[in-house]
């Protein structure tokens, strides 16, 4: 087993790839609530105006003269929100709304570097936006002009006051100065007065005039109000594309936390770096193994088995011949694994062994080993472990890999506490010291304890993981059920899902094809022992490496068979004295 790996950017896009419908429909329902709330939001309409600000005459200075104002432009925009304006607004729109209210919808900008004013307001229709503005304009400068022309008026009333004081002043001296004696002091001084109340009074009558006379300028609508086409507000692509972000990252989160917390094995780096597992092979739906038939040795499946062996054998220490195969979960995933397994190992020349101790719970969901490789359903472990037949009659040696002996399930309906009984362990110890490989099809660790059972009579154990139907916990839980035995676990074999599709099964001849066993020929079975015949529908096949001679005995055979009208399996009556290659080329 090796250590989870640091995540990398293959992880997270793997994440996306499992998840992907997770983000899309987040993303979905992001837009789905932007235009949800495009419509819902009332449509609110702009319009602008924009007013130059003038710089008007103020004061008159010491000497009679007019100085201008300097015009500070954020004064002049709060001015726009005035209440005063706003009254003078109201009453241009003729509408029944506040003062304050229509100062709401209000707001002015000042364009840097310039003294124009950029008035907006809004409005439900486009009309009245259009109207709000222009009458605000209007407003703002009437208001202006008027609180200009007023410092105008004061202006000439000041003066006026001063003209008619310097006027009564003058007259006074005049007659002053009608009584004086001529060539009098008083006559010099009078006239020293009266010449200079009279400049000042010519010089306030002529500012005087100018007041009179001036217009007032306090500024002009240089762009009015236009009829806006479409609303400020909602915005339709904005919400859109912020309902999207936001349910696309809503789901990118999503899409992690089920990540994390999702208990399914979906890809064989699951596996590896979420179950901690070390992946011995990895299969797919191309080179999945079916359950009619173990897999061709040059197939790309079959290679993979053969990488398989090539591992497991370089793994297992000298002496160690006993292999478990389980699974993580229910079905029929250690089935397919330990029977290509052993048929690869088999192919080596090695004497191989494969026990079937998948015990189904019901004669429905038997495991399909006898049709896989072409022997009988019975008798088998079952049988074996009952008592009821010896080692000897369950051992069968498979057709088409004649290094390869099978030990089915057997026939019993269930196996409770055989897995734990003495005859098992001394069945496996016998076949220890006959050497060779034995490969045990053993039940999944989520079934029952029965996978434990059998691993600790075991010298190393492969876990068969179905994609899609075991889970990250089941998969912890079988390593450290066989850690707590102490089998080594070598690894894993991935598998996708596997549909199961239940064909009939045909059996293989049980009395005229009786396989033989490593210690010679089975005796014949006693009556009460015999396996009734059964109807063999396994069509003649004529194995790869035949030899011409072989060839011959092939067809020389299935010409009898024909004349009996029956067929049965070719490969069980090939002379095995050199006719015959294995898949691995090796005379048998």
Same mark, same amino acid.
């Not at 209440?83 to 003729?94: D, E, F, P, T």
């Not at 840097?112 to 009309?127: D, H």
């Not at 979960?329 to 190992?345: D, E, I």
């Not at 070719?570 to 290659?581: C, N, Q």
């Given at each position: 087993?090796?250590?989870?790996?640091?995540?990398?950017?293959?992880?997270?896009?793997?994440?996306?790839?499992?998840?992907?419908?997770?983000?899309?429909?987040?993303?979905?329902?992001?837009?789905?609530?932007?235009?949800?709330?495009?419509?819902?939001?009332?449509?609110?309409?702009?319009?602008?105006?924009?007013?130059?600000?003038? @710089?008007?005459?103020?004061?008159?200075?010491?000497?009679?003269?007019?100085?201008?104002?300097?015009?500070?432009?954020?004064?002049?925009?709060?001015? !726009?929100?005035?209440?005063?304006?706003?009254?003078?607004?109201?009453?241009?729109?003729?509408?029944?709304?506040?003062?304050?209210?229509?100062?709401?919808?209000?707001?002015?900008?000042?364009?840097?570097?310039?003294?124009?004013?950029?008035?907006?307001?809004?409005?439900?229709?486009?009309?009245?936006?259009?109207?709000?503005?222009?009458?605000? @304009?209007?407003?703002?400068?009437?208001?202006?002009?008027?609180?200009?022309?007023?410092?105008?008026?004061?202006?000439?009333?000041?003066?006026?006051?001063?003209?008619?004081?310097?006027?009564?002043?003058?007259?006074?001296?005049?007659?002053?100065?009608?009584?004086?004696?001529?060539?009098?002091?008083?006559?010099?001084?009078?006239?020293?007065?009266?010449?200079?109340?009279?400049?000042?009074?010519?010089?306030?009558?002529?500012?005087?005039?100018?007041?009179?006379?001036?217009?007032?300028?306090?500024?002009?609508?240089?762009?009015?109000?236009?009829?806006?086409?479409?609303?400020?507000?909602?915005?339709?692509?904005?919400?859109?594309?912020?309902?999207?972000?936001?349910?696309?990252?809503?789901?990118?989160?999503?899409?992690?936390?089920?990540?994390?917390?999702?208990?399914?094995?979906?890809?064989?780096?699951?596996?590896?770096?979420?179950?901690?597992?070390?992946?011995?092979?990895?299969?797919?739906?191309?080179?999945?193994?079916?359950?009619?038939?173990?897999?061709?040795?040059?197939?790309?499946?079959?290679?993979?088995?053969?990488?398989?062996?090539?591992?497991?054998?370089?793994?297992?220490?000298?002496?160690?011949?006993?292999?478990?195969?389980?699974? @993580?979960?229910?079905?029929?995933?250690?089935?397919?694994?330990?029977?290509?397994?052993?048929?690869?190992?088999?192919?080596?020349?090695?004497?191989?062994?494969?026990?079937?101790?998948?015990?189904?719970?019901?004669?429905?969901?038997?495991?399909?080993?006898?049709?896989?490789?072409?022997?009988?359903?019975?008798?088998?472990?079952?049988?074996?472990?009952?008592?009821?037949?010896?080692?000897?009659?369950?051992?069968?040696?498979?057709?088409?890999?004649?290094?390869?002996?099978?030990?089915?399930?057997?026939?019993?309906?269930?196996?409770?506490?055989?897995?734990?009984?003495?005859?098992?362990?001394?069945?496996?110890?016998?076949?220890?010291?006959?050497?060779?490989?034995? !490969?045990?099809?053993?039940?999944?660790?989520?079934?029952?304890?029965?996978?434990?059972?059998?691993?600790?009579?075991?010298?190393?154990?492969?876990?068969? !993981?179905?994609?899609?139907?075991?889970?990250?916990?089941?998969?912890?839980?079988?390593?450290?059920?066989?850690?707590? !035995?102490?089998?080594?676990?070598?690894?894993?074999?991935?598998?996708?899902?596997?549909?199961?599709?239940?064909?009939?099964?045909?059996?293989?001849?049980?009395?005229?094809?009786?396989?033989?066993?490593?210690?010679?020929?089975?005796?014949?079975?006693?009556?009460?022992?015999?396996?009734?015949?059964?109807?063999?529908?396994?069509?003649?096949?004529?194995?790869?490496?035949?030899?011409?001679?072989?060839?011959?005995?092939?067809?020389?055979?299935?010409?009898?068979?024909?004349?009996?009208?029956?067929?049965?399996?070719?490969?069980?009556?090939?002379?095995?004295?050199?006719?015959?290659?294995?898949?691995?080329?090796?005379?048998?």
């Amino acid at each position: 087993m090796e250590a989870s790996r640091p995540a990398d950017v293959s992880h997270y896009l793997g994440v996306f790839r499992r998840h992907w419908w997770v983000p899309l429909i987040a993303t979905g329902a992001g837009l789905g609530a932007g235009v949800l709330i495009t419509a819902a939001l009332p449509k609110v309409y702009e319009s602008s105006t924009s007013v130059l600000v003038q @710089a008007v005459d103020q004061d008159t200075n010491a000497q009679g003269g007019r100085t201008k104002s300097m015009v500070n432009l954020d004064t002049e925009a709060q001015l !726009v929100g005035s209440g005063a304006v706003a009254v003078k607004a109201a009453a241009l729109l003729r509408t029944s709304r506040s003062p304050i209210d229509l100062a709401k919808d209000v707001k002015v900008e000042v364009p840097a570097n310039t003294t124009v004013l950029v008035i907006t307001f809004q409005a439900g229709t486009p009309q009245d936006a259009q109207a709000g503005s222009h009458a605000f @304009a209007e407003a703002y400068l009437r208001n202006r002009e008027e609180t200009a022309q007023s410092g105008l008026d004061q202006q000439i009333k000041t003066l006026s006051t001063k003209v008619k004081q310097l006027t009564t002043t003058l007259s006074g001296i005049n007659a002053r100065l009608a009584r004086a004696l001529k060539g009098s002091p008083d006559e010099s001084n009078l006239q020293s007065l009266r010449n200079n109340s009279q400049n000042q009074l010519n010089n306030l009558t002529g500012k005087l005039n100018e007041l009179t006379t001036t217009t007032v300028g306090a500024g002009s609508i240089i762009s009015d109000a236009r009829l806006p086409d479409t609303p400020a507000s909602p915005n339709a692509m904005v919400n859109l594309a912020t309902g999207g972000m936001l349910g696309l990252l809503a789901g990118a989160a999503l899409a992690f936390v089920r990540e994390r917390f999702d208990r399914r094995l979906r890809t064989a780096a699951d596996v590896r770096d979420r179950g901690r597992m070390n992946v011995l092979a990895a299969l797919d739906e191309r080179t999945t193994p079916h359950f009619d038939d173990v897999l061709q040795p040059y197939g790309a499946g079959g290679r993979v088995f053969n990488r398989l062996r090539n591992e497991v054998l370089a793994t297992l220490p000298q002496g160690d011949q006993i292999i478990v195969v389980t699974g @993580a979960s229910r079905g029929s995933a250690s089935t397919l694994v330990a029977a290509n397994l052993a048929a690869a190992l088999a192919r080596t020349g090695s004497d191989v062994v494969l026990i079937g101790a998948h015990l189904p719970d019901s004669v429905v969901d038997a495991a399909p080993l006898a049709r896989m490789l072409g022997v009988a359903a019975v008798p088998g472990l079952s049988d074996l472990l009952a008592g009821r037949v010896s080692l000897a009659r369950t051992l069968q040696r498979t057709p088409r890999i004649p290094s390869l002996r099978v030990i089915t399930t057997g026939g019993a309906a269930t196996a409770a506490g055989l897995m734990q009984s003495q005859r098992l362990k001394d069945t496996l110890e016998t076949l220890r010291r006959q050497g060779g490989y034995v !490969v045990i099809e053993a039940p999944s660790t989520a079934s029952s304890a029965d996978a434990q059972s059998l691993a600790s009579l075991a010298d190393a154990a492969i876990l068969a !993981v179905e994609l899609r139907r075991s889970r990250r916990p089941a998969l912890l839980d079988a390593a450290e059920q066989l850690r707590r !035995v102490g089998t080594p676990l070598l690894g894993a074999v991935v598998l996708p899902r596997l549909t199961h599709v239940r064909t009939p099964e045909p059996m293989a001849p049980a009395v005229a094809l009786t396989p033989s066993t490593a210690s010679g020929s089975a005796p014949a079975p006693t009556a009460d022992q015999a396996i009734p015949d059964v109807e063999l529908t396994q069509p003649m096949r004529i194995p790869t490496g035949t030899t011409s001679a072989g060839r011959k005995n092939v067809d020389k055979t299935d010409k009898a068979v024909r004349q009996r009208g029956g067929t049965e399996d070719i490969t069980a009556v090939i002379d095995m004295s050199g006719l015959v290659k294995d898949s691995d080329g090796d005379h048998k």
